[in-house]
């Protein structure tokens, strides 16, 4: 398999970390966001939205979206299960995913940021409160449905789902854009307990081909 992605991509992110996991081994292919490479010609035939990540199977097969991706590596490789296979269980994960994947991240990435400032006018200041806000907005309803999942390690339970591989990327964003996480304490412990985590320190943005200081 071969991986098109962008270390500090949260989209890309959440698929390193789901092939950690799972322990499956791919190509790196680092593709610039900030100098535009996504943009390309090249990448475009690749993605049409012109994004990352972008996995090319064994078959030579294109998968763009990376909730997508994830659902493709969990039927190729079911342990460990990252959506489990009970209606409800697999529902729960599904919207804590949806919730950082739908809500959260589209309109806080790079492309709307982008337009913001070069097509509407916003300076650094709006368009940091524009992004604080939101992601303000998603991690309380965020952290309203993990409280109602009990005390665990992780999102749900004793074993990583598809909501962890979500919910590392969004925070190490909302860190690195300095939003105040104070108020979300269920959140930022299962984020720290990923963290500890060899697969998730193996998927990390620092220990990409393509990392940039």
């Given at each position: 398999?071969?991986?098109?992605?962008?270390?500090?991509?949260?989209?890309?992110?959440?698929?390193?970390?789901?092939?950690?996991?799972?322990?499956?081994?791919?190509?790196?292919?680092?593709?610039?966001?900030?100098?535009?490479?996504?943009?390309?010609?090249?990448?475009?035939?690749?993605?049409?939205?012109?994004?990352?990540?972008?996995?090319?199977?064994?078959?030579?097969q294109q998968l763009t979206q990376s909730l997508a991706i994830?659902?493709?590596?969990?039927?190729?490789?079911?342990?460990?299960?990252?959506?489990?296979?009970?209606?409800?269980?697999?529902?729960?994960?599904?919207?804590?995913?949806?919730l950082i994947a739908c809500d959260?991240?589209?309109?806080?990435?790079?492309?709307?940021?982008?337009?913001?400032?070069?097509?509407?006018?916003?300076?650094?200041?709006?368009?940091?409160?524009?992004?604080?806000?939101?992601?303000?907005?998603?991690?309380?309803?965020?952290?309203?449905?993990?409280?109602?999942?009990?005390?665990?390690?992780?999102?749900?339970?004793?074993?990583?789902?598809?909501?962890?591989?979500?919910?590392?990327?969004?925070?190490?964003?909302?860190?690195?854009?300095?939003?105040?996480?104070?108020?979300?304490?269920?959140?930022?412990?299962?984020?720290?307990?990923?963290?500890?985590?060899?697969?998730?320190?193996?998927?990390?943005?620092?220990?990409?081909?393509?990392?940039?200081?």
């Open positions: 398999m071969q991986l098109y992605s962008f270390f500090n991509s949260s989209t890309s992110y959440r698929v390193r970390i789901a092939l950690a996991l799972k322990g499956l081994d791919y190509d790196y292919h680092g593709i610039n966001l900030r100098s535009g490479e996504q943009r390309s010609a090249e990448h475009r035939e690749r993605s049409p939205v012109g994004g990352v990540p972008v996995l090319i199977t064994d078959e030579g994830i659902d493709y590596l969990d039927a190729l490789q079911p342990q460990p299960r990252l959506l489990p296979a009970e209606p409800l269980a697999r529902a729960r994960v599904l919207e804590v995913a949806h959260i991240h589209p309109i806080n990435n790079l492309r709307v940021l982008g337009y913001l400032q070069k097509e509407l006018g916003v300076d650094a200041a709006q368009k940091d409160a524009w992004y604080r806000h939101w992601v303000a907005e998603g991690l309380a309803a965020l952290e309203v449905l993990l409280e109602r999942q009990g005390s665990h390690p992780y999102c749900f339970g004793e074993q990583p789902t598809l909501a962890d591989c979500c919910l590392v990327p969004q925070v190490a964003n909302a860190e690195r854009m300095g939003c105040d996480l104070s108020g979300y304490p269920k959140v930022m412990a299962i984020y720290r307990h990923c963290l500890a985590q060899q697969a998730f320190q193996a998927a990390a943005p620092s220990r990409q081909p393509d990392f940039i200081a």
